[in-house]
């Protein structure tokens, strides 16, 4: 059974930096891994992906954010450097293999003075 644990969110000040990282038990190697958010009233989007050769950020994130996995620990990261306010969200890991997608359980992430 795969399961998805999540850590890392939390309250952080604007210009702040914080990592998440999700473990993806019950499966090897899966052929993506990433994150999504969801902010309150808004629908889940796509913050950053590793798909097999490839990796894909939206446009706002891109170069504040940095999405990474370890192969060998199965674990994907996602470092936020200079966090806004608007970056506040439930952020979900997203793992996808074969015919399959999952998803973790989700972290929360605020970003407020």
């Known amino acids: 059974q795969v399961k998805l644990v999540e850590s890392g969110g939390g309250l952080v000040q604007p210009g702040g930096s914080l990592r998440l990282s999700c473990l993806a038990g019950g499966i090897s190697n899966p052929y993506g891994m990433g994150w999504y958010r969801q902010a309150l009233g808004k629908q889940r989007e796509l913050v950053a992906m590793m798909r097999g050769g490839s990796t894909n950020y939206a446009d706002s994130v891109k170069d504040r954010f940095t999405i990474s996995r370890d192969n060998r620990k199965n674990t994907v990261y996602l470092q936020s450097n200079n966090l806004k306010p608007e970056d506040t969200a439930v952020y979900y890991c997203?793992?996808?293999?074969?015919?399959?997608?999952?998803w973790g359980q989700g972290t929360q992430v605020t970003v407020s003075s």
């Open positions: 997203n793992v996808q293999h074969g015919i399959y997608t999952y």
